[in-house]
């Protein structure tokens, strides 16, 4: 929480979309208003006389003024913040297991995401199971260089088992 003096005023700059909490003086009000970078008001000004949750687009300035005592406020944001100030950037990663024969890439629940072919020769086929009794996730398909990433992860319940015909290595994308 941020403490706004009775008779000052904050300025506080939003980098990335974000909710303010205001909480004004009791008795008393908080003078609010937000800008965006083009100077143009982009939230409604407002009187606040009780707690209140307002909607702020990323790139605003807003002008939060204590009224007759002093006012708290608190900026929430869904984006993690580096010290710098900067966003944090998140990716999902799938990590995955090499073979060069016919095997298990992965015992117990996982979620499959494709694979990746790097010598291609033969056919392979992949098992929600641990050996080929499971269900066909990937029904028999002849390997060519490259990734296939499926358009969603596959969840498997058992495992992830792998039969490749022919001298291919393939990373399968699982976990």
Known sequence: MTTVTAGTE????????STVTITPPTPGSVA?????????????????TSAQTITIPAGSTMFIRANNGDATFSVATSA??????????????TPYVNLTATGTAFSGACELAGYDCTTAAGNITIYDGTDTSGTVIVAATALSLGRVEFAYKRSLTTGCHVVLSGAATVNILVG
């Open 32 to 48: 609010f208003r937000c800008i965006d970078r083009y100077n143009i008001a982009n939230v409604a000004a407002r009187q606040i």
């Open 10 to 17: 904050s300025v506080v700059p939003v980098a990335i979309d």
């Open 80 to 93: 993690l913040l580096l010290a710098d100030g900067s966003v944090l950037a998140l990716t999902e990663a």
